[in-house]
C-alpha cells in the first residue's frame, strides 16, 4: 500500500478535526517512517527481487520492529499517548492509535505472506499485489474516498488552503500511478530507503502546510 494509507489518514480529520493533517499522515504512514531507518541500520532487511509480487519486485525479509501487529499496537499506544498528553483528548489518542495499527492491516492485504503478528512469530498475507489492475483499483478508491471525507471536515481559508491541498493529493495520484505502471526494479535498497525517508518528511510537511490553510466545517 502507498496512496492507501495517505487515505486513512485524511479520512481520519472527520472523526477529529482538530488534530493535524501531518500528525494523522505520520500515524498512518509511522510503520513505514521507522521501516527505512531501522533498514539502513541493519536491523530489519529488505530484498529487490524481481518478479517476487507482480506490483513490487520488493521482499521483506524481516521487519518485526516496524511492522508486527503486536509492535504496531505498542507504537501506535505510544504515539496517541504522547499526543494526548501534549495537545489533550481522548478521542486524539484512539484515532492516532488506530491510524498506526491500520497500517498492519492494510499491507497483510496486499503484502505476500510476510506481515508478522509479533517478532518470530506466524506470518500472514492476502497477496492483492499479485493483481495489478486489483491493487489500483483498491488503493485509487480507498484515496477518493479519503480525500472526499477530509473536504467534507474543512474548507479552504484562502487559496493556498485550496491549491496547497489539491497539488498535495495530484501529486500522491501521479507518483502513484507512475510507480505502479512503470515496472522498473529500484537500483538499490538504499536509494529505496533514502526516498521513503524523503517522503515521510515532504509529504507531512506539505500536508501540514495545506492543513493550517484550511478552517473545520462546522
Known sequence: MFIGHFALGFAAKRAV???????LL??????????????LLGIEQVRIVPGHTVVTPLEFVSYPWSHSLLLLVGWGVVIGAAYRGIFGG???????AALVVSHWVLDWISHAPDMPIYPGGPVFGLVLWNSRPGTMVVELLLFTAGLFLYTQATRARDAVGQWAFLSLAALLCIVYVADALSGMPP???????????????????????ADRHREVRT
Request: aromatic share 14%; charged share 10%.
Open 26 to 39: 505520520l500515524a498512518a504512514l509511522f510503520a513505514d517512517v521507522l521501516w527505512p531507518v531501522l533498514v
Open 187 to 209: 537500483p538499490s535498497v538504499t536509494a529505496i530507503c533514502r526516498v521513503a525517508i524523503a517522503a515521510s518528511v515532504i509529504f507531512p510537511a506539505w500536508a501540514w502546510w
Open 90 to 96: 481522548r478521542r486524539s489518542f484512539v484515532v492516532l
Open 17 to 23: 478535526p482538530r488534530v493535524s493533517l501531518a500528525a
